[in-house]
């Protein structure tokens, strides 16, 4: 039996998303058995973190620096906007590194099964941001899902009448996919977004 702090800490690390008590008991032991050279570290960041921690109020992404460091990013092309549902999306696209311009984090999706309404939504802002104009292109990047798909109908709507052109992300075949593997919805989006070879 470990201790009560020790159990406290793996019930800690239970707690995140991908650790269940086995593999957090796991963590707990390989950071104790190197707790000069590993645990002092992840203190000190966590605690560093903790401190610092904002939300941007630009975009909406979370940094230690305000705004964060996308916004302020002079390399950054500011006439694109890729909007998101998350910060973990944010933080997908752009570690691919094939965006090179803002995003704009919602903070979740439309939803009439959770109550998540527009006005629950970083909407305001997003129309706002478009309306000060030196924006191009809004890319919509919502989750292939029903209430991704809602949400992002429900933004080109309120995107209407301002002078800049909406997009979205492809769906469909992933790349290295096989047909027989993939679901219905994934193949029939495939098959609508067809387009001519050569």
Known sequence: MASQEIE??????????????????????????????????????????????VECPVCGNVDTTSPCSICADPRRDARALCVVEDVADLWALDRARLFTGRYHVLGGRLSALDGVRPEDLNIARLIDR??????DEVVLAMNATLEGQTTAHYLAERLEGHAVRLTQ??????????????????????????RPVG
């Open 169 to 194: 992300l492809a769906h469909g075949l992933p790349v290295g996919g096989e047909l027989d593997y993939l679901d219905e919805g994934t193949l029939a989006q495939a098959l609508r977004a067809r």
């Open 8 to 53: 406290a800490l793996a019930g800690a690390l239970a707690r995140l998303p991908g650790l269940g008590p086995r593999s957090a008991r796991r963590a707990v032991l390989w950071l104790i058995k190197r707790r000069e050279s590993a645990l002092t570290g992840l203190v000190e960041a966590l605690v560093h973190v903790r401190d610092h921690l």
């Open 130 to 135: 478009v309306a000060k104009g030196g924006i």
